[in-house]
């Protein structure tokens, strides 16, 4: 494996894309050379640690003149299979953040490019890199299979206005879907079942699904954006898995430390700071992919992204509603 940094550019530069900047500009593993987003006046508040990074509006032109050999996407979800397309056709490597596109068909359209591509094609599930699960899946791995896994993602009521159109289903309960992919080791399950609630306007707030396989396991999931303010801006989550003769939880958000003054502050909440926790740990991962030096892990490969997409149609058949935007 090559020890020179990988060079790297991201296209959108909004919330999450900013953060994939300001992680990445504090990992030696990487050297951050493009920052392109086609929006009016997004890099008008570029924070003082990312100004010297050279910035388009033209993905195209960056490809050509920014050097990157490795991209991160983090863009709208409607846009993500034209531009991973055109970087995987330029032989670049790609890091896409969840999900692949709105909805299995446009997914399955990148197929043909993936398969002949000469770069990689890596998702963006950055739970797989969370400590705490981390050592849920060693557990797994040292002590076998599980009987059930109980997975709950509740985030606030305001999560509905934040982000307008969204569901409990594709934007929080999918991080636990391909965390118990990679914990079934890929398994598909035999059987899919889900629920819905929603709001006296009609939005959905609530989201409850079932997996079953063969061996007769199951994993129950709840998601919905109904925490009041008292509870903390990222809600909560936990994961409880059930072996023969064992048990094991985890409480990842909130992270061990809480504070309170007049409200509860959670000021360690989801694992991701600038430079550390699983956000970084995904970015070494992707470096490591990209320099030929680690495979896509289970769960974050372009077969998995389709999977869980294709288990997220049957659960939203289910509950009579396509919630794309």
């Known amino acids: 494996m090559s020890s020179d940094k990988v060079k790297l550019g991201i296209v959108g530069f909004g919330n999450f894309g900013r953060l994939h900047a300001e992680t990445a500009a504090q990992l030696a593993e990487v050297e951050l050379v493009a920052l392109v987003d086609s929006r009016e006046g997004c890099f008008s508040k570029i924070g003082d640690d990312l100004t010297e990074i050279p910035q388009w509006t033209d993905l195209d032109v960056a490809i050509d003149a920014s050097g990157a050999d490795a991209w991160i996407v983090s863009t709208s979800t409607n846009s993500h299979v034209a531009l991973t397309k ?9 890091l896409l953040e969840k999900p692949i596109a709105g909805d ?19 998702l963006g599930h950055v739970v797989l890199f969370n400590s705490e699960f981390r050592r849920l899946q060693d557990e797994v791995a040292r002590r076998g299979s599980v009987d059930y896994i109980d997975c709950v993602r509740h985030r606030p009521a305001t999560t509905m206005a934040a982000f ?3 569901n409990p289903f594709h934007l929080t309960m999918v991080h636990d879907l391909y965390s118990v992919l990679a914990l079934k080791q890929g398994e598909e399950p035999v059987e899919i079942t889900a629920q819905s609630g929603q709001t006296a306007s009609g939005e959905s707030d609530l989201a409850l699904a079932q997996l ?18 008292g509870m903390g801006g990222d809600g909560f989550d936990r ?19 809480e504070l309170w003054d007049d409200a509860a ?18 970015l070494r991962c992707f470096s490591r992919v990209v320099r030929g030096g680690e495979e896509i892990p289970l769960g974050a490969r372009y077969e998995d992204g389709i999977r869980i997409q294709g288990w997220l149609e049957k659960m939203i058949d289910q509950v009579g509603g396509s919630f794309q935007d």
């Open 86 to 94: 055109a970087l995987l056709e330029a032989g670049k490597s790609v």
């Open 104 to 122: 299995l068909m446009t997914a399955e359209l990148l197929r043909p490019v993936v398969e002949a591509a000469s770069g990689t094609l890596m």
């Open 164 to 166: 307008p159109g969204e």
């Open 212 to 229: 079953r396989w063969k061996d007769g396991s199951m994993a129950r999931f709840a998601a919905s954006f109904k925490t009041p303010a």
């Open 239 to 257: 994961m409880e898995v059930f072996g023969s003769g064992w048990a094991a939880r985890i409480s990842p958000n909130p992270r061990p430390i």
């Open 265 to 282: 502050c959670w000021p360690a909440t989801l694992e991701i700071a600038a430079g550390t926790g699983m956000l970084a740990e995904q």
